[in-house]
Each structure stands twice: as structure tokens, then as C-alpha cells.
């Protein structure tokens, strides 16, 4: 199988890959060649650097989708996007970037399957961003999307093409409805969520964090490797069991940000906790109180997608892949 990841340099794309790399045979077929793409070249773990090919492109340029798919992968991680605050601040690159790269994959895809058959797996990076207010205690799969921001509507219309292509026959499509991924690693970026990493993951290793909501938000999580065990899961289950209605609302675990400070001090201490600033900030607090706070993600649960069921967990998990197991 040609496995491609499109996005390969991002956190979940990377995680991604290193997973491919620990354990093979996770995705229940042989990888025989493997395509890593993003707008700088990704990085390649030693057990893989044999059947790997890295491309440094930007989807969203002409012809670049085309370009890709010219070598037919049968499995395709579309994970390439910028983030909500990015994708909020610059209007026309989170259209460019967000909506008319992936359109453009979708398109390329259809005219390679005019030329031959050729029917790949597509897995979508999606967002619970596609939500809007107002909504119920908890958001079921039969709830509208209508989202409020630029990035959660760049992501529902590109979840309507992902349905729409996929009942045509175009591809096999999966649109992955992520939570909001805590914690992740490395240096904060431009999401208006990455404080809920930011509070937990400075204080961990004894640096100073800022909060700039409420300890009062509730929000929507999962750990980046539920959101890895949500892509795998996703590439290799039956889709004839999902029906028409492709894109998912993924498992995850609703608390509240003080839930959040609570478990780091269980886990790490007062200490930790006591490096937590309070900076409240008005832009970012109205943008986080626009989100969605608790779904029942049942008919995910039931096509056998997991995630965590508490914020110990979550903060565990980080500390053993990220910390060497030691704080």
C-alpha cells in the first residue's frame, strides 16, 4: 500500500509518522511506500527512511495537488491546515490554505479516477469548530453545523465536499471531527485554544503559563495520541458501517479549566499550579466562548474510536511521551 500524509510536519502528522514507524503493522496492511508532504520538508524516522519520499509544497498552489496524487496513494492523512486564531487574523490564507488546497485535492483525486480506477482512502482533519451557538447540554450527532468563526466554516464546507465527493464515488472519504488536542507538545502556536496546553505543559517542566480565560470554560478534549489512535482506527475500519454521513464528532473528555489546574496539582504538585498567571484576555475569551462544550460522540464510540476519560490521564500521558516519564 502507498500510504500518503499531507500535513507531515505538523504536531499530529508527525505523531502520525513516528507511530507508522513503532508499529507497522497497526494499520492492518503492509506500508509499501510512503509519501510525506508539507510547506517544509518533514522529518523521517530511521524505520521507515527505505519506502519514504518528502516533498517540501504547498497544497494550495497550483498544480501541487495534482502533482501528488499523479502517484495514486491508496491511503491519504489530510491533515494540512493553519489554525483557528491564524486562520481568524488572515481571512483570504485561511481560505487558500484551509478551503481551496483541499478542494483542490478533492478535484485532482476525481480526475486521476477518470484517467483509471482508482478509489483511495481519504481521512480528513476536521474541527468541532464547525459548531455554533447556540447549542444543547450536549451536541449529538443530529446537530447542525452553523459554525461562528472563519476556520470552523472553512472546515464545514470542506466536510460537505468530503460527503458529496464520497457518495459520488470519487473516494472513500472520513472527516475526523477533532477535539481540542491537550496537550500538545512543543512551542505554543496560533490556535485561540493552545492556552489549555500552554497551563499544563509550561508548568510541568517549571516555567511560568498564562490564563487568559476563566476558570469557569469548559471545553472539549482529547490527548495527541487519542487523535493518532483516531486516524489509524479510521484508515483501516469497514466505512460501509459509517453510512452516508461521513464526517464523525470524535470521543473526548468535557471539562473545565479549573478541572484542568486541579489535576496538574494532583499530578505535579502545588508547585506547578503556582506558575499559572491569571492575564485575563477579552479577544480570546469571547472567541472560547463561542465553542462547543460537551458532545455525546456515541455513534463514534460505537465504530470503536477512544479517548481519554479524565484529566490525570491526559496530563499522564503527555509526561510519558513527551518527559521520558519523569517530571
Known amino acids: 500500500m502507498h500510504v500518503m500524509v499531507i500535513g507531515a510536519a505538523g504536531m499530529i502528522g508527525r505523531k502520525l509518522v513516528e507511530k507508522l514507524a513503532a508499529e507497522p503493522d497497526d494499520l492492518g496492511y503492509d506500508i509499501a511506500k510512503l509519501t510525506l508532504a508539507d510547506v517544509i520538508e518533514p522529518s523521517v524516522p530511521p524505520g521507515l527512511a527505505s519506502i519514504s519520499k518528502t516533498l517540501a509544497l504547498d497544497l494550495s498552489s497550483q498544480g501541487i495537488a495534482a502533482r501528488l496524487i499523479a502517484s495514486r496513494p491508496d491511503v491519504i492523512f489530510h491533515l494540512a491546515a493553519i489554525v483557528s486564531g491564524e486562520a481568524e487574523a488572515d481571512f483570504d490564507k485561511g481560505y487558500r490554505v484551509n478551503l481551496d488546497g483541499t478542494r483542490a485535492l478533492f478535484e485532482a483525486i476525481r480526475h486521476e479516477s ?54 459520488r464515488g470519487i473516494f472513500d472519504g472520513i472527516g475526523i471531527r477533532l477535539p481540542t488536542i491537550c496537550i500538545r507538545p512543543g512551542k505554543p502556536n496560533k490556535a485561540a485554544s493552545g492556552f489549555f496546553s500552554n497551563i499544563l505543559r509550561e508548568p510541568l517542566v517549571g516555567q511560568e503559563a ?46 473545565l479549566v479549573g478541572e484542568e489546574i486541579a489535576a496538574l496539582g494532583r499530578v505535579a504538585g502545588e508547585k506547578a499550579v503556582r506558575l499559572i498567571r491569571r492575564e485575563p484576555d477579552p479577544v480570546i475569551s469571547s472567541i472560547v466562548g463561542g465553542w462547543a462544550t460537551d458532545f455525546d460522540a456515541r455513534r463514534a464510540r460505537e465504530l470503536g474510536f477512544t479517548a481519554e476519560n479524565n484529566f490525570d490521564e491526559i496530563i499522564r500521558i503527555h509526561i510519558e511521551d513527551e518527559l521520558g516519564g519523569k517530571i
Open 114 to 167: 477518470r484517467n483509471e480506477a482508482y478509489f483511495p482512502r481519504l481521512l480528513f482533519a476536521s474541527s468541532i469548530a464547525v459548531f455554533g451557538q447556540p447549542f444543547p447540554e450536549k451536541i449529538g450527532d443530529e446537530f447542525f453545523t452553523a459554525p461562528l468563526t472563519s476556520y470552523g466554516t472553512q472546515k464545514a464546507i470542506c466536510e460537505l465536499l468530503l460527503a458529496d465527493y464520497t457518495r
Open 210 to 255: 498564562v490564563l487568559p480565560v476563566d476558570e469557569s470554560v469548559r471545553h472539549w478534549f482529547a490527548s495527541p495520541r487519542s487523535a493518532i489512535g483516531f486516524f489509524v482506527h479510521a484508515a483501516r475500519m469497514d466505512t460501509a458501517k459509517i453510512g452516508p454521513r461521513r464526517n464523525l464528532t470524535m470521543p473526548g473528555l468535557s471539562a
